[in-house]
C-alpha cells in the first residue's frame, strides 16, 4: 500500500536529516542495490546528490523541478523501485548537491543527468520529470536519442502559453530582489490549490534552494522554450506521456503537432506538484502508460 505522500515525504527528510545510518556513502559505478541509498558523486569537482534503489528492467530516473529536491518524487521512489531500477536525482544547485556560483540551464542539468546514470549503469530510463524536470527529460531525449526508454512529463511548462511570459517577468523580478523568499512562497501558493496537502512541503524546498540558483535557473527557462522546445519536441521518438494539473502550462495542441506519439492525461484535484499531492493517480498512470506503450515499443 502507497503511504500518503505528506507522510512518506515528512518522513524521508527525517530520514535524509537525522539518518540512523552513516549519512551519504561513496556510490561506486554500477553497484547493485536492493535497498534505498543516498549517494554522491563528483562530476567536475561537483558533488550531485541522488538515491538509488531497485534491480533489474525497467529502468527510471525522476528529475524535480525548479526548487524541488528528491523528496518531490519520495512517493514514486517507493512504488516504482519495487518494479526495477530506479534512481531519484537531486539537481546540482538543489537539495544535497553541491550549490556553486555558476549558470544554471536545462541544458547542463540535462547533461549531469546523464553522466550520473551512466555511473550506475541506467542506460534505458523511464524518464519522469515534473515542471522543469520534464523540460530536461525532453532535452535528454533529443540529445541522447537512445538512452531514454520513454518519457512522462508532470505539468511541465512546454511551449508556454503567451500567457505565461508577463507572468513568469514578474516572478523573475521578484526572486531578483531583496523579498525573494517572500517571491518563492508566492510562486509556490500560485502553484497549488488551496486544498493542496503538499504546500507546506513544497515551499519548504524552494527556500532551501539559494537565490542564486533560484534566479539563474528562472532566467533559462524562457529561452529554452523559445530556441529548444520545439527542437526537442520533434527530435523525441519515444513515447511521451504529459499529465496536466489543474492550471494549464503547456501548449499540448502544438506538442502533439511535434510529437505524434505524445499521449495526454489530466490529474484531478492536484496543483501543479502532483506527484507529491496525487500519487495515488500519477502512478497507476505511469504503470498504465509503460504498460501500454514503452514496453509495446521495446
Not at 530520514?15 to 535497498?35: D, L
Not at 550549490?99 to 546523464?114: R, T
Not at 505524434?260 to 490529474?267: E, F, H, S
Request: one cysteine or more; a neutral charge; glycine letters at 8%.
Amino acid at each position: 500500500m502507497i503511504m500518503p505522500a505528506i507522510k512518506l515525504a515528512a518522513e524521508y527528510i527525517r530520514s535524509a536529516t537525522n539518518p540512523p545510518h552513516p549519512p551519504h556513502r561513496r556510490a561506486t559505478p554500477g553497484m547493485s542495490v536492493n535497498t534505498e541509498m543516498t549517494m554522491k558523486l563528483a562530476r567536475d569537482g561537483i558533488q550531485l546528490s541522488f538515491d538509488v534503489a531497485g534491480t533489474g528492467s525497467p529502468q527510471f530516473l525522476f528529475v524535480h523541478g525548479l526548487g524541488g529536491d528528491r523528496t518531490h518524487f519520495a512517493p514514486q521512489m517507493e512504488y516504482f523501485a519495487r518494479q526495477g531500477r530506479a534512481l531519484n536525482a537531486e539537481l546540482r544547485g538543489h537539495g544535497e548537491s553541491d550549490k556553486p556560483q555558476q549558470e544554471y540551464s536545462i541544458e547542463g542539468s540535462a547533461e549531469d543527468l546523464v553522466w550520473l546514470c551512466a555511473q550506475q549503469q541506467i542506460t534505458k530510463a523511464v524518464i519522469v520529470g515534473q515542471s522543469m524536470g520534464g523540460n530536461i527529460a525532453l532535452e535528454i531525449a533529443a540529445r541522447y536519442p537512445d538512452f531514454p526508454a520513454g518519457l512522462v512529463l508532470l505539468d511541465s511548462g512546454v511551449l508556454f502559453p503567451a500567457s505565461a511570459g508577463t507572468v513568469f517577468a514578474g516572478y523573475l523580478e521578484g526572486l531578483r530582489g531583496p523579498d525573494f523568499a517572500d517571491q518563492a512562497r508566492k510562486i509556490v501558493a500560485d502553484s497549488c490549490l488551496p486544498t493542496d496537502r503538499c504546500r507546506a512541503h513544497v515551499e519548504q524546498t524552494f527556500l532551501a534552494t539559494p537565490q542564486h540558483v533560484l534566479v539563474s535557473t528562472f532566467t533559462s527557462l524562457f529561452p529554452w522554450d523559445v530556441h529548444r522546445a520545439r527542437e526537442c519536441a520533434q527530435a523525441s521518438r519515444v513515447p511521451v506521456l504529459y499529465i496536466e494539473a489543474a492550471h494549464r502550462l503547456a501548449d499540448l495542441d502544438r506538442f502533439a503537432a511535434l510529437c505524434p506519439q505524445l499521449v495526454t492525461a489530466k490529474a484531478v484535484g492536484s496543483g501543479h506538484f502532483l506527484s507529491l499531492e496525487v500519487p495515488e493517480q500519477i502512478n497507476p498512470m505511469i504503470d498504465r502508460f509503460i504498460s501500454l506503450y514503452v514496453r509495446r515499443r521495446g
